[in-house]
C-alpha cells in the first residue's frame, strides 16, 4: 500500500490497505493503516463518507486508540491535510502546530519536514509570505538532510512562487518611484498648473 502511494496508484493503494485491516489484530499496526488509507481518501478526493468513517475512529483530539505519540501526530497531520483541501486554514494550522509539536519531539524529521512546508504553503495561500518563507527554509533544510525528494521539490516550488511575488512587489515599487520622480518633475516646470484636462494629465505622465 505504501509502495502503491509513492507511484501514485491510489486505487492499488486502497486494495492493499484494506485487505491489511482484514487481516491485522494489532492495535497500533491497524492504527497505522488506517491513517495511511485517509490520506489515499483525501488524496482521491470523492471518498468523503469513508474518510469521515476512518476520521472518526482515529481523532487525536478525544480517546486516540493507542498510546503512541507517533501515530498521534500523524492523525493531527492528516486533519491538518483535510482541512488544508477544504480551505479551512485556521483550523489545518492548529492541527498542523500539534503535529509540529510532537514530531519534534519524537525526532520524526519527515513529518515535521511535511508539517513544516505544508504550513508554509497555507501562509504563501494566505498572501503571508515572509512567515511562509519561515517554514519552507528548514522544511527544504531537513528534507535535504533525511532525504525526501518530494518535499524539497514542494519546497523548491514555493519558494520560487514567494520570490515571484517578491520580484512583482519590487517591480510595482519601481514603477510607483518613477511615476512620481516624473510627476515631481512636472509640477517643478509648472506643467501642471497648466493642465486643463484628464487627457492632458495623462499624456504628460506618460512622457
Same mark, same amino acid.
Given at each position: 500500500?505504501?509502495?502503491?502511494?509513492?507511484?501514485?496508484?491510489?486505487?492499488?493503494?486502497?486494495?492493499?490497505?484494506?485487505?491489511?485491516?482484514?487481516?491485522?489484530t494489532h492495535?497500533?499496526?491497524?492504527?497505522?493503516?488506517?491513517?495511511?488509507?485517509?490520506?489515499?481518501?483525501?488524496?482521491?478526493?470523492?471518498?468523503?463518507?469513508?474518510?469521515?468513517?476512518?476520521?472518526?475512529?482515529?481523532?487525536?483530539?478525544?480517546?486516540?486508540?493507542?498510546?503512541?505519540?507517533?501515530?498521534?501526530?500523524?492523525?493531527?497531520?492528516?486533519?491538518?491535510?483535510?482541512?488544508?483541501?477544504?480551505?479551512?486554514?485556521?483550523?489545518?494550522?492548529?492541527?498542523?502546530?500539534?503535529?509540529?509539536?510532537?514530531?519534534?519531539?519524537?525526532?520524526?524529521?519527515?513529518?515535521?519536514?511535511?508539517?513544516?512546508?505544508?504550513?508554509?504553503?497555507?501562509?504563501?495561500?494566505?498572501?503571508?509570505?515572509?512567515?511562509?518563507?519561515?517554514?519552507?527554509?528548514?522544511?527544504?533544510?531537513?528534507?535535504?538532510? !533525511?532525504?525526501?525528494?518530494? %518535499?524539497? =521539490?514542494?519546497?523548491?516550488?514555493?519558494? /520560487? *512562487?514567494?520570490?515571484?511575488?517578491f520580484q &512583482? @512587489?519590487?517591480?510595482?515599487?519601481?514603477?510607483?518611484?518613477?511615476?512620481?520622480? !516624473?510627476?515631481?518633475?512636472? %509640477?517643478? =516646470?509648472?506643467?501642471?498648473?497648466?493642465? /486643463? *484636462?484628464?487627457?492632458?494629465?495623462?499624456? &504628460? @505622465?506618460?512622457?
Amino acid at each position: 500500500g505504501l509502495y502503491c502511494i509513492s507511484v501514485n496508484c491510489m486505487d492499488n493503494a486502497e486494495a492493499q490497505f484494506t485487505t491489511a485491516l482484514r487481516l491485522t489484530t494489532h492495535q497500533e499496526l491497524w492504527t497505522y493503516i488506517v491513517t495511511n488509507l485517509a490520506s489515499v481518501y483525501i488524496r482521491e478526493g470523492n471518498r468523503h463518507q469513508e474518510l469521515y468513517g476512518l476520521l472518526e475512529r482515529i481523532n487525536p483530539d478525544h480517546n486516540f486508540p493507542v498510546s503512541s505519540h507517533c501515530l498521534r501526530a500523524a492523525a493531527f497531520y492528516i486533519r491538518g491535510l483535510l482541512s488544508f483541501f477544504q480551505g479551512r486554514y485556521n483550523e489545518a494550522k492548529r492541527f498542523l502546530r500539534e503535529t509540529l509539536k510532537m514530531s519534534n519531539a519524537e525526532d520524526l524529521n519527515r513529518l515535521t519536514a511535511c508539517s513544516l512546508v505544508l504550513l508554509g504553503h497555507i501562509f504563501y495561500v494566505l498572501g503571508n509570505h515572509r512567515e511562509s518563507n519561515n517554514m519552507v527554509v528548514p522544511a527544504m533544510q531537513l528534507a535535504s538532510k !533525511i532525504p525526501d525528494m518530494s %518535499v524539497q =521539490l514542494w519546497s523548491s516550488a514555493l519558494l /520560487k *512562487g514567494t520570490f515571484f511575488t517578491f520580484q &512583482c @512587489l519590487l517591480e510595482i515599487s519601481r514603477e510607483q518611484v518613477q511615476a512620481w520622480h !516624473i510627476l515631481n518633475r512636472a %509640477v517643478h =516646470l509648472g506643467f501642471v498648473l497648466k493642465m /486643463k *484636462g484628464s487627457e492632458s494629465a495623462v499624456l &504628460c @505622465l506618460q512622457t
